[in-house]
């Protein structure tokens, strides 16, 4: 009975190790997500400033033709 007892605290403790890894990755992941999530709201806002300066027209060819 002992001897089970032991077995189960240690696959315990594997798991609680397991589950504190991946606690971490998805904390670092969530910061990720957050950072890359600001950084396509400000390239979104940078583009749509640039198309509102110069307005683009696809059947415009360039000056040097």
């Known amino acids: 009975m002992q001897e089970r007892i032991e077995d ?6 594997y798991l609680q190790k397991t589950v504190d890894e991946l606690s971490s ?9 957050r950072d890359l999530r600001h950084m396509v709201t400000l390239l979104s806002n940078k583009l749509r400033d640039v198309a509102a ?3 683009f027209d696809p059947d415009e060819k360039p000056p040097h033709y």
């Open 8 to 13: 189960i605290e240690i696959k315990y403790l």
């Open 25 to 33: 990755v998805v904390i670092e992941q969530q910061k990720e997500i």
């Open 53 to 55: 300066m110069a307005p």
